[in-house]
């Protein structure tokens, strides 16, 4: 009964199935553990990302509550009338308690802390100055220009320094990113040696019996190897449920599935702009930097407008920032509409925008930009009007192939366009 259930019936012997049962078992194990480790790779990732995510959504909130008391100090100020002291208090409450929040959150990434913590001495100095301004309103002393000035600076200092902490959470994120991949590298690189030490062991004992089967191993090793380069759509070998390699190929094409969906939902964190979706500034540099350096070989010509919306600073002001959040996304679907491959839209910064546009000379360039200048109008987000103003530039042939020029030349003729009234295109 044991033979009849453990020994094979065929030619091969009993050594030889003992071989391959041992290799298939080895194979499985270095499969399900590269994938637990990888796992834990993956959930120390997703948890140092989440945290700095919870972090920068506490930089937003803590913005948004100093712009609220910013708005109702000013507006008190103005007035005199308490109604606009209440998104004061709301904000000081706010930000008190994100202060304590992050508090208890702050030893987790040193990096950042200091800049985090600086920011919120520089939100507490305005808190102070504001507390000093409402309290000599209430007693009938209107603030001097100087002291308004004044508030003005320690306001927009608060703003530098909370961007800055915010850029350095995003460096942090860069880096957990980085050394993710770094870990997960080596972690493949051990596990395709591994599956090509067992994959010599298997042809060595089963020679020409097992020589499809060595085949399909050695397939296997190279789809592994193209994991740490992140190539995860090699094609796995076709194979029978009842062959000896079924739940090996099953297993690794899961970890393929698995390793593919994450390392995609990491590198969109990474390279995407967080409020309007569209791809950032990263990846306008790299986008450009092989963009110019095609245009320079092939002889085709490469264009780039920079555009910004006019007028957002008051639009912020006096809608608020949310309102503008909501124009920024608006504004950034209508930019990146239109053909695929004809253009390619960027978050530039702010309020700005950066759209490439391969095979475009100078003048396709300042109509698309028109075109594109109109459609702002056209689609505006109701119940405003917006509208935009757009540089636009041609890579010369001394241009680097950076494209440093490219873009100083499209600012040049983008602040041209503010100057001369906004809402145009300039070339």
């Not at 070989?297 to 264009?303: I, T």
């Amino acid at each position: 009964m044991f033979n009849r259930l453990y020994i094979p019936r065929h030619r091969f012997g009993r050594s030889i199935y003992i071989a391959v049962l041992t290799g298939g078992l080895l194979l499985i194990l270095l499969v399900s553990t590269g994938l637990y480790w990888i796992n834990q790779d993956f959930k120390e990732s997703v948890r140092v990302q989440g945290g700095l995510h919870r972090y920068t959504q506490h930089l937003d909130k803590l913005r948004s509550s100093l712009i609220d008391q910013e708005t109702g100090q000013r507006g008190f100020e103005l007035t005199g009338e308490d109604t606009f002291l209440e998104p004061y208090e709301t904000g000081t409450l706010e930000f008190y308690r994100l202060i304590a929040v992050m508090d208890v959150e702050g030893d987790t990434y040193l990096k950042a802390s200091v800049s985090i913590q600086e920011a919120i001495k520089q939100g507490l100095y305005w808190h102070d100055y504001a507390e000093e301004q409402i309290s000599a309103k209430r007693l009938g002393h209107s603030a001097t220009t100087a002291q308004l000035e004044e508030g003005r600076q320690l306001f927009n200092e608060f703003r530098r320094k909370i961007d800055f902490a915010a850029s350095v959470l995003q460096e942090e994120k860069d880096i957990a990113f980085t050394e993710l991949q770094r870990s997960i590298g080596i972690k493949l690189l051990g596990f395709g040696i591994g599956a090509a030490a067992i994959i010599v062991l298997l042809i060595t004992l089963l020679a020409r019996k097992l020589h499809r089967d060595t085949t399909v191993l050695h397939q296997l090793s190279e789809v592994v190897r193209g994991f740490g380069d992140r190539q995860f759509d090699e094609r796995l070998p076709a194979r029978r449920e009842q062959d000896d390699l079924y739940r090996l190929i099953a297993g690794i094409d899961v970890m393929r599935m698995e390793l593919k969906l994450k390392f995609g939902k990491i590198e969109e964190l990474a390279l995407l702009d967080g409020l309007t979706g569209i791809p950032n500034r990263r990846q306008l540099d790299v986008h450009l930097a092989a963009m110019a350096e095609a245009a320079q070989s092939s002889g085709m010509p490469l264009s780039l407008l920079l555009c910004d919306i006019d007028h957002f600073k008051q639009f912020n002001d006096r809608f608020g920032h949310l309102e503008g959040d909501r124009v920024l996304r608006h504004t950034a679907r209508v930019l990146q509409g239109g053909e695929a491959g004809s253009r390619f839209a960027f978050r530039y910064g702010g309020e700005e925008f950066c759209i490439l546009l391969p095979g475009c000379d100078r003048q396709a360039a300042a109509e698309e930009a028109e075109r594109l200048r109109v459609a702002v109008m056209e689609q505006s987000l109701p119940p405003y009007r917006l509208t935009m103003s757009f540089g636009a530039a041609q890579l010369s042939i001394g241009d680097d192939g950076s494209g440093e020029a490219l873009i100083a030349r499209a600012d040049k003729a983008l602040y041209s366009a503010k100057k001369n009234g906004r809402n145009r295109v300039e070339s």
